[in-house]
């Protein structure tokens, strides 16, 4: 939620290099939350073995 305020204050403001960061720094913490969390690193080997 406080993402969206952030996205659409920053847009009203004008200031499109920090939705573009805040955006990116979003993205790059939802994927790496799969992999930094407890037993997340075995699951996603595994499922590349299984592949």
């Known amino acids: 939620m ?3 305020i952030q ?3 920053g847009v009203i403001q004008g200031q499109f290099g920090t939705v573009v960061a805040d955006l990116s ?3 790059a913490g939802f994927i790496l939350s799969f992999v930094l969390a407890p037993g997340g690193w075995q ?3 595994a499922k590349l073995r299984a592949r």
């Open 2 to 4: 406080l993402l969206a």
């Open 7 to 9: 996205l659409l204050f």
């Open 43 to 45: 699951r996603l080997l």
């Open 25 to 27: 720094g979003f993205a």
